[in-house]
T-cell receptor
């Protein structure tokens, strides 16, 4: 349960605010992910990092800016968000994406519940 | 294109009865299939996965799933449901050999176990 942690757990922000979400994994993994979870919709993969390099960006608006300073930490910087960006943002990590091990299981954090007013 | 369908938004089952949560998938090649569970205010927890080999996969908390290639299904099952199994269940697929990093999720099925 404490393998992947996320802070804050809840965040309310206005459309002109700047805030950051933080994710930390204690599993020794090399790959980290940001997902967006909205009600009644499949999880949407936003960003993938492998060994601190971004390997995937699924057409996410520039108001979302990821940062991966090392393999244990992942940030999502938020700027001038829209109300439709309100969702649960989930961080995940997996063992070794760089080796192309697609069978690796992703382990998720508890998420940050974001509300944009 | 890869996709997952969970045809039931909600499944209700009495405690002690067997449960099934359905999942069908669509990939061009061979699939890697996963089941995750999400409890209220929590992240997704890994339950089990199918990569290759035996079509019946056993996972955490007494859950199992059967890979059926001809029906492109990967239904989640448990012989005897517990009230504590009440949660949101997600099926996910990734296509083998494509190099793609994406894990495609279904929309989820809410399981309610009635005491």
């Amino acid at each position: 349960e404490t393998g992947v942690t996320q802070t804050p757990r809840h965040l309310v922000m206005g459309m002109t605010n700047k805030k950051s979400l933080k994710c930390e994994q204690h599993l020794g993994h090399n790959a980290m992910y940001w997902y967006k979870q909205s009600a009644k919709k499949p999880l949407e993969l936003m960003f993938v990092y492998s060994l601190e390099e971004r390997v995937e960006n699924n057409s996410v608006p520039s108001r979302f800016s990821p940062e991966c300073p090392n393999s244990s930490h992942l940030f999502l910087h938020l700027h001038t968000l829209q109300p439709e960006d309100s969702a649960l943002y989930l961080c995940a990590s997996s063992q070794d994406l760089s080796a192309g091990v697609l069978t690796d299981t992703q382990y998720f954090g508890p998420g940050t519940r974001l509300t944009v007013l | 294109a890869q996709s997952v369908a969970q045809p039931e938004d909600q499944v209700n089952v009495a405690e002690g009865n067997p449960l099934t949560v359905k999942c069908t998938y669509s990939v061009s090649g061979n699939p890697y299939l996963f089941w995750y569970v999400q409890y209220p205010n929590r992240g997704l927890q890994f339950l089990l996965k199918y990569i290759t080999g035996d079509n019946l996969v056993k996972g955490s908390y007494g859950f199992e799933a059967e890979f059926n290639k001809s029906q492109t299904s990967f239904h989640l099952k448990k012989p005897s449901a517990l009230v504590s199994d009440s949660a949101l269940y997600f099926c996910a697929v990734r296509e083998a050999g494509t190099g793609a990093n994406n894990l495609f999720f279904g929309t989820g099925t809410r399981l309610t176990v009635i005491p």
